[in-house]
T-cell receptor, first 114, second 115 residues
Framework: KAGVTQTPRYLIKTRGQQVTLSCSPI?????VSWYQQTPGQGLQFLFE???????NKGNFPGRFSGRQFSNSRSEMNVSTLELGDSALYLC?????????????FGPGTRLTVL | AQKITQTQPGMFVQEKEAVTLDCTYD???????LFWYKQPSSGEMIFLIY??????QNATEGRYSLNFQKARKSANLVISASQLGDSAMYFC????????????FGSGTKLNVKP
């Protein structure tokens, strides 16, 4: 069974641009969560999607948005990029999200904002 | 609010020895789960072990065990017989009932295994 995949793996953008990151969950998984990892703030929860609906949201500005498609693939978008958005963005999938089983993480997308 | 604290930014251990990574947590929820993840330099988070708040026995997974002390709100990870491949960042995380896929992470511990 293939794991969680994220594309692209590396991305370089300039301030003010926007970016879209993609996450394909493990086959059959319906929940996708996104996290931002920075040296200063550590790992922070962005949002979770389940069956195409945002089910949970972290404390990030509206520039960060996401969506989930009917095949459970998810995208997150960051508009008007700032230098502080440089981070490793991790997505994780789980089967239902109704029990405390572990999430399976993807390899991450490393975003650099210049 | 939920909070995870890892007080050891970095640790060294000799190969083949055991090591304990500390984790304390704070939550007012009665039902929660505690997790440990390993993150190599490649960036991917690798699940190691899980402990539910109602589990009476400490979780074990191969060389990993979780020392769960509920009254002290601690969930320390014990790695037995350390290997060079264990060198990585280790994160303690927690999720609570009805928000199982919203993880709260600690700041991590960088473990270095010396040959």
């Amino acid at each position: 069974k293939a794991g969680v995949t994220q594309t692209p793996r590396y991305l370089i953008k300039t301030r003010g641009q926007q970016v879209t990151l993609s996450c394909s969950p493990i086959s059959g998984h319906r929940s996708v969560s996104w996290y931002q990892q920075t040296p200063g703030q550590g790992l922070q929860f962005l949002f979770e999607y389940f069956s195409e609906t945002q089910r949970n949201k972290g404390n990030f500005p509206g520039r960060f948005s996401g969506r989930q498609f009917s095949n459970s693939r998810s995208e997150m978008n960051v508009s008007t990029l700032e230098l502080g958005d440089s981070a490793l963005y991790l997505c994780a999938s789980s089967l239902q999200g109704t029990s405390a089983n572990e999430q399976f993480f993807g390899p991450g997308t490393r975003l650099t904002v210049l | 609010a939920q909070k995870i604290t890892q007080t050891q930014p970095g640790m060294f251990v000799q190969e083949k020895e055991a090591v304990t990574l500390d984790c304390t947590y704070d939550t007012s929820d009665q039902s929660y789960g505690l997790f440990w993840y390993k993150q190599p330099s490649s960036g991917e988070m690798i699940f190691l072990i899980y402990q539910g708040s109602y589990d009476e026995q400490n979780a074990t997974e191969g060389r990993y065990s979780l020392n769960f002390q509920k009254a002290r709100k601690s969930a320390n990870l014990v790695i037995s017989a350390s290997q060079l491949g264990d060198s990585a960042m280790y994160f303690c995380a927690m999720s609570v009932l009805y928000n199982f896929n919203k993880f709260y992470f600690g700041s991590g511990t960088k473990l270095n295994v010396k040959p």
